[in-house]
Nanobody, 119 residues
Framework: QVQYVEFGGGLVQPGGSLRLSCAAS????????MSWYRQAPGKERELVAT????????TYAEFVKGRFTISRDNPNKMVFLQMNSLKAEDTAVYYC????????????WGQGTQVTVSS
């Protein structure tokens, strides 16, 4: 069964940094692209960043470009999100997820990790 454990969130001041980590299991990690999503209170979940299976390709939402960096460690089945220059509007629960059209793989979410940006 697909499982994700996200961690590394916390409370940080505006302009600060955090590094999120996600441990994935239940599928052949190195075969799939991975994404980070976030969901703020009262808002829809939104895509933040995606990284290809080898880590060579990355894409970012406009609202995090130049501030966030996605990376991965295939041998350890981990994906990371380095977040710099954090803003109050980055406050959300952050989730990692496989990029797949197969329902047997894409139906699962982890518990997420809370990021709060506040002075």
């Amino acid at each position: 069964q697909v499982q994700y454990v996200e961690f590394g969130g916390g409370l940080v001041q505006p302009g600060g940094s955090l590094r999120l980590s996600c441990a994935a299991s239940g599928f052949t990690f190195s075969n799939f692209a991975m994404s980070w999503y976030r969901q703020a209170p009262g808002k829809e979940r939104e895509l933040v960043a995606t990284i290809g299976p080898t880590g060579r390709s990355t894409t970012y939402a406009e609202f995090v470009k130049g501030r966030f960096t996605i990376s991965r460690d295939n041998p350890n089945k981990m994906v990371f999100l380095q977040m710099n220059s954090l803003k109050a509007e980055d406050t959300a629960v952050y989730y990692c997820k496989i990029v797949s059209t197969r329902a047997s793989l894409s139906a699962y979410w982890g518990q997420g990790t809370q990021v709060t940006v506040s002075s």
